[in-house]
């Protein structure tokens, strides 16, 4: 799981057997320790919300999906789910979801387990 965070906006990106594991098990989470401190980010599957929603509690951003975007998500074209959610009067956190596709340039980074990417031409 992958996390970017730029200003008022959250995106994470999942590799396939993390999406499955999300489907079928209702939870990933990931955590960075900075020795004697860590940062947590979790996505949950819930039921009976209609949009992603976030909170931030004891250093963990922990993101809610709803259960019914999950249902063919594995196996389908759609690539992932956003929703901006207002968190005050003056202010908006967007928050985005979606599949890891392998990169169409070289990178050292392990793809194995990421999706192929739409844009690859053969």
Known sequence: ?????????????????EVYKLVNQGVVEEKTSFGNASFGYCLKKSAGITALTASYKNDRITME?????????????????????????????Y???????????NTTEDQSDNYENPSKTC
């Open 95 to 105: 928050l985005l979801v979606e599949k890891d596709f392998k990169c169409l340039d």
């Open 65 to 93: 999906v709803p259960g019914s975007l999950l249902l063919d998500w594995p196996v389908n074209q759609v690539v992932g789910f956003d929703a901006t959610m207002r968190i005050s009067e003056t202010e908006t956190l």
């Open 1 to 17: 799981m992958k996390i970017r965070i730029q200003g008022n906006s959250i995106r994470i990106r999942l590799s396939k057997s």
